[in-house]
């Protein structure tokens, strides 16, 4: 298999797909693997390194996906990207299609198999490709929001852990998943007080179990949202739907429950948001204000630990693109794992969520590739 790793283009994205270590497998098992120049440098990643394991570095923008059997990103393809697909080239990235129509129509257009990390599962159902990039997110955004409480920032002028005498910022997280325990691992070691809403019960009791009294847990519903709300520093959105537009959680009467200079941040941005005022953001560019609260909306904040994020990342993908390499898209008829992730292939629709989202026709993945 011909696999062609780009550089990012989209605004301030700074991670990249493959590191020198799955170039190396990828190799090894007899694929050609081409690199372009400068793709790694923001993850402290060199062209040297990637051609000491066996990589071809070019600058070729053009040859490079003409040349390309199977395309491995990072984040989805930009207008220009989609334009260069072609029918019978696989791609492999984050494409988060449910709240975003122009590349959905794209993709289909292009008669490309789009393969989507964020809905990839393993033996147990999980998604091991969001996993990590979740992780990081989640840690962020407690970061993220310390400075956002930061008079400076035009916060409230809060101290995450406060002083002796001095209360805690409160931080509620909406989502007891990946996201939200890794959000409250971080607020929590700042010294924050913390609350989590979740209408999952066995995560809450995970949570319960893992952080004790540190940790205060609730229900959610739409009473636990504007009670904990009112009294709310700090908000992270953490919720997820696979492969779906993320659930509105907070509406706009609801988020004027919020103290005056609170802030938020919507890490399922990528999704849609699960706030009601929440619109995609740029690390340039991350915040704006509705009704007196800060809101951080940026749609790839992992891309700000680049050198973090590249190996988080590349450590889970690695194994499933290979398996990708080696069996093309005629291998997914037999790995349901992958097969999951297809969300467009050669003009349909192959994931079900994708399709409700835009009012658009669904066809199985597993009935897709017969077709072929």
């Given at each position: 298999?011909r696999?062609?790793?780009?550089t990012e283009?989209?605004?301030?994205e700074?991670?990249?797909?493959?590191?020198?270590?799955g170039?190396r497998?990828?190799?090894?098992d007899?694929?050609?693997?081409?690199?372009?120049a400068?793709a790694?440098?923001?993850?402290?990643?060199?062209?040297?390194?990637f051609?000491?394991?066996?990589?071809?570095?070019?600058?070729?923008?053009?040859?490079?996906?003409?040349?390309a059997?199977?395309i491995?990103?990072?984040?989805?393809?930009?207008?220009p990207?989609?334009?260069?697909?072609?029918?019978?080239?696989?791609?492999?990235?984050?494409?988060?299609?449910a709240?975003?129509?122009?590349?959905?129509r794209?993709?289909?257009?292009?008669?490309?198999?789009?393969?989507?990390?964020?809905t990839?599962?393993?033996?147990?159902g999980?998604?091991p490709l969001l996993?990590?990039?979740?992780?990081?997110?989640g840690?962020?955004s407690a970061?993220?929001?310390?400075?956002?409480?930061?008079g400076?920032?035009?916060?409230?002028?809060l101290?995450?852990g406060?002083?002796p005498?001095?209360?805690?910022?409160?931080v509620l997280?909406?989502?007891?998943?990946v996201?939200?325990?890794?959000a409250?691992?971080v607020a929590?070691g700042?010294g924050?007080d913390v609350?989590?809403?979740d209408?999952?019960?066995?995560?809450?009791?995970?949570l319960?179990?893992?952080?004790g009294?540190a940790?205060?847990?609730?229900?959610?519903?739409?009473?636990?949202?504007?009670?904990?709300?009112?009294?709310a520093?700090?908000v992270?959105?953490a919720?997820?739907?696979p492969?779906a537009?993320?659930p509105?959680?907070?509406?706009?009467?609801?988020l004027?429950?919020?103290p005056?200079g609170?802030?938020?941040?919507d890490v399922?941005?990528?999704?849609g948001?699960?706030?009601a005022?929440s619109?995609?953001?740029t690390?340039h560019d991350?915040?704006?204000?509705?009704?007196d609260?800060?809101h951080?909306?940026?749609a790839?904040?992992?891309?700000a630990v680049?050198?973090?994020?590249?190996?988080a990342?590349a450590n889970a993908?690695q194994?499933?693109?290979?398996?990708?390499?080696?069996?093309?898209i005629?291998?997914?008829?037999?790995?349901?794992?992958?097969?999951?992730?297809?969300?467009?292939?050669?003009?349909m629709?192959?994931?079900?969520?994708?399709?409700?989202?835009?009012?658009m026709?669904?066809?199985r993945?597993?009935?897709?590739?017969?077709?072929?």
């Open positions: 298999m696999v062609a790793v780009p283009t989209k605004p301030e700074y991670r990249v797909a493959v590191t020198p270590a170039v497998e990828l190799v090894a007899g694929h050609e693997v081409v690199v372009q400068g790694g440098l923001a993850s402290d990643i060199t062209d040297e390194d051609r000491r394991v066996g990589a071809r570095i070019t600058d070729d923008v053009d040859a490079l996906w003409h040349w059997g199977l491995c990103k990072v984040k989805e393809p930009q207008p990207e989609i334009a260069r697909l072609r029918e019978g080239q696989v791609l492999f990235a984050y494409l988060h299609l709240p975003d129509e122009a590349q959905t794209g993709l289909l257009a292009s008669g490309a198999s789009c393969v989507a990390y964020e990839v599962t393993d033996d147990q999980r998604l996993a990590p990039m979740s992780a990081v997110a840690r962020l970061q993220i929001g310390a400075r956002l409480l930061e400076i920032h035009g916060g409230r002028g101290l995450m406060g002083v005498g001095v209360p805690a910022a409160r997280v909406i989502g007891a998943g996201v939200g325990s890794n409250i691992r929590l700042m924050a609350t989590v809403l209408v999952d019960l066995d995560r809450l009791a995970h319960d179990a893992r952080f009294a940790l205060t847990t609730r229900h959610s519903s739409r009473l636990a949202v504007e009670e904990s709300l009112a009294r520093d700090l992270i959105g919720a997820l739907v492969g537009l993320t509105q959680l907070v509406s706009r009467d609801q004027r429950l919020m005056r609170a802030a938020l941040v399922a941005i990528d999704q948001g699960c706030f005022t619109h995609p953001t690390h991350p915040t704006y204000w509705v009704d609260v800060l951080y909306c940026v790839n904040m992992p891309s680049a050198a973090t994020a590249t190996r990342l993908t194994p499933y693109l290979v398996r990708l390499a080696n069996g093309g005629d291998g997914l008829t037999t790995d349901h794992q992958l097969r999951a992730g297809l969300n467009v292939h050669r003009g629709v192959t994931n079900a969520a994708v399709a409700a989202a835009h009012g026709e669904h066809v993945a597993d009935e897709a590739l017969l077709e072929d």
